[in-house]
């Protein structure tokens, strides 16, 4: 989240877009009906009704998979707005803040000119060229602007162009939405451009979860960017984060592309150091905008410290060669999706499942059952039995046919050890052991602490290799504690030995050390601030609570609050300040950035962006700030299986998603499979089932599997509510009973009716609940950054039974 | 001391069921065997283990639209109610907060709460071993409430959607919430206000209590009335008339008894 869920309450209009947050952030739903106590307006998108849209003000309805669309179609009308009626909006911000005013490379062109894709675009390499998607810079290198946002190259301009064909028309003719209610949701959600209005964006997985997710983000970005909505109270875009320290898992960087801290893998094309920092550490020649990222080399070199101590110096490039280098796309070759293709095709040898169960929460879950046969071994560390570390007595298999060597190791509960969660508005929060765990149950971080120590041991023989395993520091303790741990994360002088204070005391000589630059400040000699529960809200009531525990960065709780102010530091809103210059300091939340307001000759808003402005056009602007896979602006493609035709433009699905090996024998089309369907969760189930479907009480809320299915559709097929129905894909099918439904409604797409229907993902054949697992039906494709699987749109037929 | 109550605002409740896993979890119940009848709706019907549960209604509303009706089920907690008036053995009597407490050990399991209910709410289990069946129903936490705490399901409801406190606040609370939705739901209204003398539980509706599957204007029934005014008093006069004439016949046979033991005397004697 840019901000966090106290700060949700401050909202005028909220829109809950491709989230269901009443059933799946219940306890964080508390804010949005603060909110709404408050007067704010709750708008609810979802192709289903839901139980969110129970207390929503608003419900609109959308097919699934035309989310750019329907924000592309707001963003058009924002535009239009903002020519008739610029008093209506906060054009500073937009001008000052944003890189609207940015004049952009003329030779960029974008897919209302070349029909859906934007200029560079190879299709042998399947990936963009993103040469043209530069600014147009002065001669000291800084880049050119028109405040009047005018000039045709210019960022608004060519917003303007980009979204020109997403008129109300076109909208409702893509996602089915009712053209008065779009019209309707376009009026309330525009009015929070105006300054002292908030209007906020949540959204979760029905956003992320496309072959185009990360532009789903990328246009809340635009429209908020538009409204000014970003840094302020009540405002910003909500990530709600599915578990209670996924976030913290981010930040500890458990993906593929990524070291903690949002550092880039080292890739193969890095021979040294010094070429890694050198591809991704941005220069600036505006010394106005304080480049953030311009640090990176003391963030890296922190890291390896942390990791390898003394055997990381100045002679072995600080252990440049101990960490692994990717060859091209990390994500492509080394995410969910690629690594179950890898070890389908028996190249992946060995799996340490931690706390996760792919076997019912992965896409394509017959080919990845299967790839777990592949293996020569597989540990499992989990609460329960899991499908996973069942999968070789599932039924239909004969466990004496499974050659694949299972271990258990028993986990301890969330409750049952001490450390850290951090929540989706960064909240670092520590948490007390409450309760011994059963029988031979440890927390992870004992399991993990003990096999590095053996892992090491093994090492010292000798092998590929050896010494990035051998000269890890690896010590947090005997037996380890969550405190050593926490304590290496913030960092240390190790000149002194002490904690530092926080980021800005790291270097890149290797004189310190720190597990991830992000959460330095979190416990420093000072303490642990992740432990503290004061309730003291601050100088400006916005339910800020700046003592209770620590957020990260640097405890600043709304991310951006330099655009809460104006250029003399006065607050846009002075009624919910988040910061505000007062004598010559800023008074509220941790400024972004401490410096001077912009008038007084101080620093851009925006201090992660290299050029300090925050990117409406995503273009191709420094290192690690090259732009996305698919493209500087959002575009509306189809899902990768669609009934549909692209109506935007002539190219069907986004060029640059990536795809499994196997995805294209196992694709889908209408003639065969004529319905969207969609997966989603509910409030009494969680994930893959793994520990609600052992629990009685919540097997007894939600027994069985079960498939909504519109009125309209059961008529047609002859479904009664309770029938048994199949539900069958390009990937496989599944049995489940029917839940016929008033809250799904076919959708007029173009003149045609298109039906959807949707099914929870919790179930699989452990637990006390068992059911058919709906990702048996999902593809093994996903978005083009991150490969996030297509869960939320894809095709399927269905029959009775 | 003033009547407690809780309030259910049947506009926020996101049927979440919060509320029917913390009734089980601080009161200990078990889970009730349940399958997927075609709804979210589970379990089926309140039992001796299931004390409140939330009921789903789908509603076409007039523009095409639908609307998703949620409800609680459970004891209301009423101040005329029909299970305390028919209970012999006062397992079932009122708590001076007002609400309708039961002690489970006083329960015979004849079963008269069960038929007189208004809202069908106690519900009987026996017990396979000993054969011994009682009912049971919501306790309002008593447990919880006299020690400063809220009921379970209100403590763990994230919306709001219940609360609890002084039930003439509840009430002002419950009427302005009821003006506040009456320009989107015309039928709004305040269930429990007057119901039986008011009840400990009451409800803010969207939609009149039909579409809520509420009784309207629910009575104690006459036979309830009959059973505990007029039946068991005459019951009782029955009994104390049956006694008495116990009584009296014990002396009168008694008294025949002697004389008859007097006159075979004197028969021996004469002889």
Redesign the interface.
């Known amino acids: 989240m840019t901000s966090h869920f106290n700060d949700v309450a401050n909202s005028d209009c909220i829109m809950a877009i491709g989230t269901n947050c009443a059933e799946n952030h219940p306890a964080a739903f508390h804010h949005i009906m603060k909110a709404k106590g408050r007067g704010a307006k709750l708008i609810n998108v979802d192709p289903r009704y839901t139980r969110t849209t129970a207390v929503a003000d608003l419900y609109v309805p959308l097919r699934s998979g035309t989310d750019i669309t329907f924000i592309g179609g707001m963003i058009k009308y924002v535009i239009d707005d903002i020519e008739k009626n610029p008093d209506n909006y906060n054009l500073i911000y937009v001008t000052e803040y944003t890189n609207a005013t940015f004049l952009v490379n003329p030779d960029y062109k974008g897919p209302a000119e070349l029909d859906g894709v934007f200029s560079g675009w190879d299709a042998t390499k399947k990936s963009y060229n993103k040469a043209t998607w530069t600014y147009q810079l002065d001669e000291n290198g800084i880049p050119r602007r028109d405040k009047t946002l005018k000039d045709p190259n210019c960022v608004f301009q060519l917003l303007k162009k980009q979204f020109a064909r997403y008129d109300v028309d076109r909208v409702n003719k893509i996602t089915g939405t009712p053209k008065d209610l779009f019209l309707e949701v376009c009026k309330l959600f525009s009015a929070t451009g105006k300054p002292g209005k908030a209007g906020n964006l949540l959204y979760a997985m029905g956003a992320t979860q496309h072959t185009y997710g990360a532009q789903n983000i990328r246009a809340y970005a635009v429209l908020q960017l538009l409204l000014g909505n970003m840094g302020i109270a009540g405002g910003g875009i909500q990530a709600l984060r599915g578990e209670h320290n996924v976030q913290g898992s981010t930040d500890m960087a458990l993906l593929a592309h990524i070291l903690p801290g949002y550092l880039p893998v080292f890739s193969n094309t890095d021979k040294t150091l010094q070429d890694y920092l050198n591809r991704v550490t941005p220069k600036w020649a505006d010394t106005r905008s304080l480049n953030w990222w311009s640090n990176t080399p003391k963030y890296i070199v922190s890291l390896l410290k942390a990791w390898y101590g003394d055997a990381a110096t100045k002679d072995n490039d600080f252990g440049f060669n101990y960490l692994p280098k990717v060859t091209g796309n990390a994500n492509s070759k080394h995410s969910h999706i690629a690594l179950f293709e890898a070890m389908y095709q028996g190249i992946i040898k060995g799996f340490l499942c931690i706390g996760q169960n792919p076997a019912v929460g992965g896409p394509n879950s017959v080919l990845e059952r299967d790839a777990l046969h592949k293996l020569d071994w597989l540990v499992c560390v989990d609460l329960w039995e899991t499908e996973t570390a069942s999968f070789w007595k599932r039924p239909g298999v004969n466990p004496a046919d499974v050659k694949t060597e299972v271990f258990v190791l028993p986990a301890a509960c969330h409750y049952e050890k001490e450390g850290t969660v951090t929540n989706s508005g960064r909240w670092v929060q520590w948490r007390y052991k409450g309760a011994n765990s059963p029988g031979d149950a440890k927390p992870d971080l004992d399991i993990i602490y003990e096999l590095g120590l053996k892992v090491k041991e093994v090492y010292q023989a000798g092998g590929p290799n050896a010494d990035a395993i051998t000269n890890l520091t690896w010590d947090y303790g005997h037996p380890p504690t969550a405190d050593a741990v926490l304590r290496e994360i913030n960092g240390y002088d190790l000149t002194t030995g002490k904690l530092v204070n926080n980021f800005t005391a790291l270097k890149d000589d290797g004189t310190t050390s720190c597990g991830e630059w992000v959460y330095s400040g979190c416990y420093n000699e000072t303490g642990n601030f992740t432990q503290r529960r004061e309730l003291d809200d601050g100088p400006y009531n916005i339910g800020l609570f700046s003592k209770w525990a620590w957020c990260w960065p640097l405890n600043r709780r709304i991310v951006y609050n330099r655009a809460s102010v104006d250029l003399n530091g006065e607050p846009w809103d002075k009624e919910h300040p988040v910061i505000w210059w007062k004598e010559g300091k800023w008074t509220g939340d941790v400024p972004d950035g401490g410096a001077k307001p912009m008038a007084e000759g101080g620093s851009y808003a925006f201090i992660m962006c290299p050029d300090g402005h925050a990117h409406i056009f995503g273009g191709n602007v420094a290192p690690r700030t090259a732009g996305l896979a698919d493209g500087p602006f959002p575009e509306h493609y189809e899902p990768w299986e669609s009934p549909v035709q692209n109506m935007m433009s002539g190219t069907q699905t986004n060029p640059a998603l990536l795809a499994g090996a196997s995805a294209a024998e196992q694709k889908g089309t209408a003639d065969k499979y004529p319905y969207v369907a969609t997966t989603y969760r509910v409030v009494e189930h969680w994930q893959s089932g793994a520990m609600t479907r052992h629990l009685p009480w919540l097997c007894e809320l939600m027994p069985e599997m079960f498939i909504e299915i519109s009125e309209e559709l059961a008529n047609e097929l002859g479904i009664k509510n309770v029938d048994k129905v199949i539900v069958e894909s390009a990937r496989g099918n599944i049995e489940a009973k029917a839940l016929v439904t008033k809250r799904f409604k076919p959708f007029q797409i173009d003149g045609k009716v298109v039906h959807e229907i949707g099914m929870p993902w919790h179930w699989g054949y452990a637990g006390i609940a068992k059911g058919d697992s709906a990702n048996v039906l999902t593809p093994h494709v996903g978005d083009a950054n991150t490969m996030i699987p297509e869960y939320k749109a894809f095709l399927v037929n269905l029959r009775k039974a | 001391m003033a009547d407690k109550a809780i309030l259910y605002d049947s506009?926020?409740?996101?049927?979440?069921?919060?509320c029917?896993?913390a009734c089980?979890?601080w009161w200990g119940l078990?889970?009730?065997?349940?399958?997927?009848?075609?709804?979210?709706e589970?379990?089926r019907d309140l039992s001796a283990d299931t004390w409140v549960k939330i009921r789903f209604n789908?509603i076409?509303n007039g523009n095409g639209?639908?609307?998703?009706i949620?409800t609680r089920q459970s004891c209301m907690h009423c101040t005329d109610a029909a299970c305390v008036r028919v209970c012999p053995t006062k397992a079932l009597y009122y708590y001076p907060l007002g609400f309708v407490a039961y002690d489970k050990d006083l329960c015979s399991g004849c079963g008269y709460c069960v038929e007189f209910c208004p809202f069908d709410v106690p519900r009987a289990k026996g017990n396979d071993i000993t054969g011994i069946r009682k009912i049971d129903k919501c306790r309002f936490c008593i447990d919880r409430i006299t020690n400063d705490l809220e009921p379970s399901c209100v403590k763990t409801c994230?919306?709001?959607a219940l609360i609890f406190g002084d039930r003439d606040e509840l009430v002002a609370i419950g009427k302005q919430r009821v003006q506040e939705l009456k320009a989107t739901y015309p039928d709004a209204y305040l269930y429990g206000e007057k119901e039986l003398g008011g009840l400990h539980v009451m409800y803010v509706l969207t939609q009149s209590p039909e579409v809520h599957g509420l009784p309207v204007d629910p009575q104690v029934p006459a036979t309830a009335i009959a059973w505990q005014d007029v039946i068991q008093p005459l019951g009782y006069a029955a009994i104390g008339l049956v006694v008495a004439g116990l009584g009296l016949n014990y002396l009168v046979a008694r008294a025949n008894a002697n004389k008859e033991a007097e006159v075979k005397a004197k028969v021996k004697a004469k002889e």
């Open positions: 506009s926020k409740c996101t049927a979440c069921r919060g029917q896993v089980k979890q078990e889970a009730d065997k349940t399958e997927f009848w075609g709804t979210y589970n379990p789908e076409s639209g639908v609307d998703w949620f994230p919306t709001d």
